[in-house]
């Protein structure tokens, strides 16, 4: 058995003391350096100065320990530096004969070095991490006035956002072609997906989000079922010295939002909470598409979140999270409407009521010196009410999730993780047809073993390869006793699948990497899956539905120049899927009643280019843009029955050809300002009964600018204002649900603590 460095030292130290007469021990400074998550940094440099001149220097260990021994009394200084975090400073007043011990923060610097723990289950700086990652940190949110991740989102390459409305209305991602419940959000690692499902970003504020990590492709390998097409990290504030911040905003639309965090600690506990909450009355406009006017699209939102963490010391860490979530709305026509003109269309009743609710217990205790240990128990739960002129839908969505893993040092350029994960997942719903229906319970349970090891060769080469094998079963659902509501039933049905992923960068230039000038090649090849969801399976009758496949792969090169004043990335990527699965109309009399089944095949292409400048004096550009081409390439395996706008050839519904953004900081003095012009080309779309009435329509292209600025009364008061859609353009994401016109807010922030 091995044990811990600063253990055999402390013990050889101690019998010193006992049996060497006169053995002067000094006092012992040790401390642990973490992330913004709480996982320790190994290989940081730690300087330790007493009166300006450095007296010891040493690094942290592999679970980012650090210890000095024999010092006098007196104030030190302790500076950490570690490539890819902001330096951090703490002072330290050691007593005779004492032993301290202190936990050091380290948050991520420029958007050049972030650190990513998404693309793997380990920190890696972001020039080090062969995935197509983007990193948006908290400053990146504030000085763009973000209200909701899906509003940052927009601005990422390979993503497209698509929202039924104004504020508060469903807002889907499509990442690289794939759907829109291809995308697995996680908050401070929990899954907040629905059953296997997709996931709506309308309703994540940013009030507490100290960054967001977004890591493009398959990802199966590494966070298992729906993480199929990327996977969309939150990461909250966790830790950091006392602070208090608000804001309070009014505008256009009877728009009001109130948000506020608070983080702080006290000796080995720390803790971070935050609120906000959002009401506006929303807007009545035409939906250029179908020339029918719209209102009830009203929305209110509450939203609390908190976490805490315990360091007790020689790197064991406890970490607590939970988020409470309301938020109610009303569903703007046309919902059920006929563009067509076939039947009279449906007018504005439809509401939706959500409750969510998130906990989250982590720890992590070294086994050894190279052995450190990760336990994650979690549990996710959603209810939701639908009212429309069919009649009310109740849902409940609910998981249960325990994973465990060991991080080890194998020899100092390899690294691997191993661990294992279950999830208990169920769902219950009524159907859109009245108070009679009965409920359809559907359950599923996943066991998965997964593996990743991290090589790196010298500056110049990193390797990550992984894969995950789980098994998948589904519980069998029997005929409703209730004979006067019948519901689906199926068999209980059981599959493994298997998921590898292997990740490469090279640098050309790797003597230049302290320099911040490299020319990088980056790729990634890896497959994923995602079994129906319960919504898939029960609630439109049809449980036969075989998994959605992917495989993935993308390659691509990455320049800067000036010293990463400017930097320069082109990634092209491929996508294969295999029983994609497609809602289609069913019926012409009941706009509520359709079904949903697999398409055979159906690939996505494309190319992402994005582009980033920093210049002396204040003002930072940022380009993306994305070319994507997708395809239907057999429908064999769907239905007959219903009338479908799938036809071979034909592009997938709302991926647009081209999309691109300008985002433009300026930052002088007390003065900030923003400017945003978002653009995007015309796509396929279906009215909103999912082809009952007709099947495709071309939804027109648009272009969008947004303006906004803040300016600094003095430290910890800023004055705010913002200009969303400053030409008032008409558009619509969704097909027949026009977009929020122009609106302009302003607002106060205020901030106590550092």
């Known amino acids: 058995m091995s044990y811990p460095s600063h253990l055999l030292r402390s013990t050889l130290v101690l019998l010193a003391a006992l049996f060497l007469p006169g053995a002067a021990l000094g006092a012992e400074l040790s401390g642990t350096v973490v992330d913004p998550i709480g996982w320790p940094v190994p290989h ?23 210890d000095f021994t024999k010092l006098e009394t007196g104030q030190y200084e302790l500076r950490v530096a570690v490539p890819g975090f902001r330096s951090a400073v703490a002072r330290v007043e050691v007593e005779t004969d004492e032993a301290r011990h202190v936990t050091i923060l380290l948050h991520v610097s420029a958007i050049a070095e972030s650190v990513v723990v998404s693309a793997a289950h380990v920190d890696r700086p972001l020039s ?16 763009r006035q973000i209200e909701t ?21 469903v807002a889907s991602l499509f990442p690289r072609g794939g759907e829109s419940n291809f995308t697995l959000v996680m908050i401070d690692g929990v899954r907040v997906n629905t059953f296997g499902g997709g996931f709506d970003f309308a309703h994540l504020p940013v009030a507490n989000i100290e960054r967001i990590e977004v890591v493009r492709g398959a990802q199966s390998a590494l966070y298992g079922s729906d993480a199929i097409g990327t996977v969309v990290q939150i990461i909250t504030y966790r830790s950091g010295p006392p602070r208090t911040s608000g804001l309070v905003e009014g505008g256009g639309f009877g728009t009001t939002r109130a948000a506020g965090p608070v983080t702080g600690s006290q000796g080995p506990w720390s803790w971070s909470a ?21 209102t009830n699209d009203d929305y209110q939102r509450n939203d609390a979140s908190f976490s805490f963490g315990w360091d007790g010391g020689r790197n064991i860490l406890i970490r607590g999270f939970g988020r409470l979530s309301s938020f109610e709305r009303g569903f703007p026509g046309p919902f059920g409407s006929d563009p067509l003109g076939n039947v009279a269309a449906i007018d504005t009743v439809s509401r939706g009521k959500n409750d969510v609710r998130l906990f989250s217990f982590n720890a992590a205790f070294p086994w050894n010196a190279r052995i450190t240990q990760h336990l994650q128990v979690s549990l996710s739960d959603l209810d939701g009410t639908f009212t429309s002129p069919f009649g009310t839908s109740e849902s409940e969505s609910r998981r249960v999730t325990v994973r465990g893993q060991a991080d080890v040092v194998i020899w100092s350029n390899l690294g691997l993780s191993i661990g294992s994960e279950l999830h208990r997942e169920g769902a219950e719903s009524t159907f859109i047809t009245g108070p009679d229906a009965g409920r359809v319970p559907v359950e599923r349970r996943v066991a998965g073993a997964f593996g990743e090891m991290r090589y790196e060769a010298g500056d110049r080469l990193y390797v990550t390869a992984g894969v995950r094998v789980e098994q998948i079963r589904r519980d069998a659902l029997l005929p409703d006793p209730n004979a006067f509501a019948p519901r689906p039933t199926f068999a209980a049905e059981s599959f493994v699948s298997a998921n590898p992923k292997l990740s490469v960068a090279y640098f050309l230039k790797p003597d230049t990497q302290r320099e911040r000038h490299w020319t990088r090649l980056h790729g990634s090849v890896g497959t994923g899956i995602r079994p129906p969801d319960a919504f898939e399976i029960a609630f439109t009758d049809n449980p036969s539905l075989k998994p959605e496949r992917n495989r993935s792969v993308d390659v691509g090169i990455e320049q800067t120049f000036g010293g990463g004043a400017l930097v320069i990335d082109a990634t092209g990527f491929f996508n294969r899927y295999d029983d994609l699965i497609v809602a289609v109309g069913q019926s012409l009399r009941d706009a509520s009643q359709f079904r949903t089944d697999n398409i055979s095949n159906a690939r996505a292409r494309g190319l992402e280019l994005a582009a980033s400048a920093r210049t002396p004096w204040g003002l930072e550009a940022a380009v993306t843009y994305t070319w994507l081409d997708t395809e239907i390439l057999a429908v064999d395996r769907l239905s007959d029955e219903a009338p479908t706008p799938f036809q071979v050839g034909e592009a997938l519904l709302r991926r647009p050809r081209h999309q691109g953004a300008l985002d433009l900081v300026y930052q002088q003095g007390s003065v900030t300002a923003f400017g945003q012009f978002i653009t995007r080309g015309q796509s396929l779309d279906v009215e909103p009964s999912f082809g009952a009435f007709g099947g495709l329509f071309t939804n027109s292209g648009y272009g969008v600018v947004n303006l906004g600025g803040t300016f600094t009364v ?31 807010l302003i607002g106060m922030r205020v901030a106590t603590g550092r």
């Open 128 to 143: 080090r991490t062969p995935d197509s990652v983007t990193v948006i940190d908290a400053d990146d949110l504030r000085v």
């Open 149 to 169: 991740v899906s509003d940052v989102l927009r601005l990422v390459p390979g993503l497209t956002v698509t929202q039924g409305g104004g504020r508060g209305s």
């Open 714 to 744: 003095r430290k910890g008061l800023d004055l705010f204002a913002r200009i969303t859609n400053l030409l008032d353009r008409p558009y619509e994401e969704a097909f027949g649900f026009p977009a929020l016109g122009r609106s302009a």
């Open 274 to 294: 935050a609120g906000e909450r959002l009401a506006t009355d929303g807007f009545t406009g035409v939906a250029p598409s179908i020339g029918e006017r719209v």
């Open 44 to 66: 940081a440099s730690v300087l330790l100065s007493r009166a300006g001149a450095v007296t010891a220097t040493t690094k942290t260990d592999a679970v980012g320990h650090f």
